[in-house]
Structures are given as structure tokens and as C-alpha cells.
């Protein structure tokens, strides 16, 4: 199937009047909303956890909040909710489709298979999130044939002696198994720079973690690369920056986003762009992955080494998708996932790497501990910082599952293409840290370890 037939193929695989959509906040989910009622449906029932920062859907919404924690508990704890809903859920649910003939769309992450008897939309089977599990992966590398950094996989008890052995000049970085369940965004990940360091990781982490992966600490830009699985090959996507900020204090990492602004030297866009074509083979053959996936690693002076895979949607897939109309957000990937349709590798590579080239995107948000009010200031891109003015895009705070989230709604066509973006995350953090008092740590970017 071309490209150019998607929108009428998606129209027919989502074609129904009545929708439930589950997600972990309200906000944002008017796109969803909007695009389904463009192909017939008139009626939508939202489960949402919290409103989250964002606009709110024109739709009727029910929610079953959690205790406040990291995002990634958020995550798992509505996984959990969906399994095992509240009273006020199901009774909105039996109202709102009494028959059961609604169709459920899911966040597409590990979720249970079925919500309230209704078989959930488009989310990825459980069985590929055995290789998200960060100790799980190093065999991947191999058989793929990726250079990849020396590492160990140990009970949490023998790591402070293992990464000893393994430091490099800032230590070592640790990560964790999936003990607590699938994790992301830094939440089990750690810098361990000296004993003192590794010890207080083992206190944290004693009765929650049996096994941690060890690795010397990569000096260089964090970045992840893409590919699309599909029925006749792999689409390998471009590079990608993780916003990974450096803790100032040394004790670890703050996740702030994805930008595709940043532009690497030749060499190493084409080396993550074959690693990301052999590792794609080797995900069809072992679990027969279809849609998205993504291999997070550091840009060193050595070249690109992958740290870990998230086979799965994920936001930096999400960014270059975007420039691509006909794909329809994440609704291609639901009807790949569900083997509803398929296209060439080939065409789906050329049209999403030369859209992503010509169209930039920047998705920048960090939570925050505590329960904050709405707040917004204007901030632009100023020289190699920022600065608040009445001409820069919004940076906004409000409540989230994980406490509150801080987010940038910065254009990219306000950046400078090709150097890190991670500077001017840092500074954002920071300006907000300052201005609104708000209990976030110093932060610092990356320093950019290539030549060209």
C-alpha cells in the first residue's frame, strides 16, 4: 500500500460511532477526538488519570487519579487502574455504552489487553516489552552487530565492587531491571561517580531491584535513533537529541524531552541509522515486532553506543511522524500494530526522513515534585541562552500524575539547526527553578564529545 492511500485505509480500520479513549491525562487527547469525528464517530467517553498541562477535550470526562509520583508510576499505576477500575469508572462506562459495542483506544504502551470486556485498540502486545527491560538488551547488540560500551549485568548487591572495576573518568552509570515493572525517562537510571555515590544507590534501591546493568559513564550527547518495522523491511528514521540534563550536584540525570534539531556529523547519523535497519531485522525475528521503535545511546568521541531499546511509540518517533500528514498521528502505528494494513519500508523511510529534514520539532517537559498552580511566562531563544519576553514561546507549569509538569512550547524554527538543543533546555529549567521557586535541581547539558 503507497502512502498516499493511508487516510482512506485508516478511515475504514477506525470507522466507528462510539469511542473510549484511555489515557493517562486529559490534555492533549482533542486531536484524537478530532480526527476520529473526521471519520464518522460523534460519540466519545474520555478515562483519563489527570488533566495534565494542556488544552482539554470537548468531551465528556471521567478520571481515576493516583497518588502522586515519578511519571513512570503514573504509568503503571493507570495500567493497574484499567485492570481493575474504580465504581464511578464503571458506572460512566455502562452509561455512556451500555452494549458494549464501543470501540477502546489505549495508550500504546504495555496495558492489559482489555478494558471493562472491551478489547483495547492498537496497543503494543506484552510480549515486546520483555526487551525494554534495560538488562536484557547487551545480546541484542551482539547479534545486530552494534558496537556497543562494556557492561555487566549484576545482583544489585555486587555492583558497587563491579563498577569500581569499570569506572571511567566520571564514574559509571547504572540502570535498572524491571523489578517495579517497564520504566523510562531516567526514573531507575543513575550516575554512580564514586563508592559514596554507589552505596546510596543500593540503600534507594534494596528491596525494589534485584539485578542493575553497570556501565562506564559515556561522555557525549544523549540521542536516540528510530525505525518503523513493517511487513517487507525496516524504515530507519534520523537522529534524534534525548534531553538528558546533567544533575550539577552529580547525583544523577533530569529528563527534559526530544529534539530534532540537532544535527550530527554525517558519519554518525549514518552509523545509528544502520544500527537502527540491523536491530530492526533482529526485533522482527525474535518477537515479530511491527511499528515503531527506538535505541537510546550517548554520541561519544567513538561514535554512537546504544544503552537501551524501547520497542515501542515513543515521542522522538512521535516528532518526525508529525511532518508526515497521511500517517495520521499515531493511527498508522495502531493499525501496524494490529496487522490492519502495511507499506513499503522503503517509501514510508524516504517520506518520513525528508519531511522530518524540512520540518524540526521540539517536545520539551520536566515533572516536577509537589502540586503546583497553572503559571505561565513567555521565554525565547536568546544568543546561546534564554530570556523572559513578551515574544517567546510559553513556558507553562500545572498539575500532572507525577506531582506537576513543567513544559516548553518552544518552535523549532526559533533554534539555531544543528547544535545540541540542551543548552537552552538547561537554561529554561533553570529560569523556571528561579522565577517560580520551584524544587528542581541545577542542571547542566551535556558536552558535545565528536568531530566532524
Not at 278 to 287: D, H, P, Y
Request: hydrophobic share 45%; charged share 25%.
Amino acid at each position: 500500500m503507497g502512502l498516499d492511500e493511508l487516510p482512506d485505509e485508516l478511515s475504514r480500520v477506525f470507522a466507528a460511532p462510539r469511542w473510549i479513549i484511555l489515557n493517562g491525562v486529559s490534555a492533549n487527547t482533542q486531536a484524537l477526538i478530532d480526527q476520529l469525528r473526521e471519520w464518522g464517530a460523534s460519540e466519545f467517553l474520555v478515562v483519563a488519570g489527570e488533566e495534565g498541562v494542556g488544552d482539554q477535550p470537548d468531551a465528556e470526562v471521567v478520571r481515576m487519579p493516583s497518588p502522586p509520583g515519578s511519571v513512570m508510576e503514573g504509568f503503571r499505576r493507570f495500567a493497574q487502574k484499567v485492570i481493575d477500575p474504580p465504581r464511578a469508572v464503571r458506572s460512566a462506562v455502562d452509561r455512556f455504552d451500555p452494549d458494549g459495542s464501543a470501540r477502546v483506544l489505549a495508550p500504546m504502551f504495555a496495558v492489559p489487553e482489555t478494558f471493562l470486556g472491551r478489547r483495547l485498540h492498537g496497543s503494543r502486545p506484552t510480549s515486546w516489552e520483555t526487551l525494554e527491560d534495560k538488562t536484557a538488551v547487551d545480546d541484542l547488540w551482539e547479534q545486530a552487530g552494534v558496537a556497543h560500551a562494556p557492561s555487566a549485568v549484576v545482583a544489585l548487591s555486587d555492583a558497587p565492587a563491579v563498577a569500581e572495576r569499570m569506572a571511567a573518568e566520571r564514574g559509571t552509570v547504572w540502570a535498572a531491571d524491571n523489578s517495579e515493572g517497564w520504566h523510562g525517562g531516567g526514573e531507575f537510571t543513575r550516575w554512580v561517580p564514586d563508592g559514596e555515590a554507589a552505596q546510596r544507590v543500593v540503600d534507594e534501591w534494596r528491596g525494589r531491584i534485584r539485578r542493575v546493568r553497570v556501565m562506564p559513564f559515556l561522555d557525549g550527547i544523549p540521542c536516540s535513533i528510530h525505525g518503523v518495522v513493517t511487513g517487507d523491511g525496516v524504515a530507519p528514521l534520523l537522529p534524534v537529541e534525548l534531553l538528558i540534563l546533567r544533575r550539577v550536584d552529580r547525583t544523577g540525570f533530569v529528563y527534559a524531552g526530544v529534539a530534532n534539531t540537532w544535527g550530527p556529523p554525517r558519519r554518525l547519523r549514518d552509523e545509528m541509522r544502520q544500527a537502527a535497519r540491523t536491530v530492526g531485522e533482529v526485533l522482527r525475528e525474535r518477537i515479530g515486532i511491527r511499528g515503531p521503535f527506538s535505541i537510546d545511546g550517548v554520541a561519544t568521541a567513538d561514535g554512537f553506543r546504544p544503552t537501551e531499546l524501547n520497542p515501542r511509540f515513543s515521542v522522538g518517533y512521535g516528532i518526525q511522524a508529525a511532518s508526515v500528514p497521511e500517517l495520521c498521528g499515531g493511527f498508522f502505528v495502531r493499525a501496524l500494530i494490529e496487522g490492519a494494513l502495511d507499506v513499503a519500508a522503503a517509501e514510508l523511510e524516504e517520506r518520513v526522513v525528508a519531511a522530518a529534514e524540512a520540518e524540526r520539532r521540539i517536545r520539551m517537559g520536566v515533572p516536577v515534585d509537589g502540586v503546583h498552580e497553572r503559571r505561565v511566562m513567555r521565554l525565547a531563544v536568546d544568543g546561546e541562552g534564554v530570556a523572559v519576553r513578551d515574544d517567546g514561546d510559553e513556558l507553562e507549569i500545572g498539575p500532572s500524575p507525577s506531582g506537576s509538569f513543567l513544559m516548553w512550547r518552544v518552535e523549532a524554527d526559533a533554534v539555531p539547526r544543528g547544535p545540541s538543543f540542551a543548552p537552552y533546555a538547561a537554561a529554561a529549567v533553570d529560569e523556571a527553578r528561579r522565577a517560580w521557586r520551584l524544587p528542581l535541581p541545577a542542571v547542566e547539558p551535556s558536552p558535545n564529545a565528536m568531530t566532524d
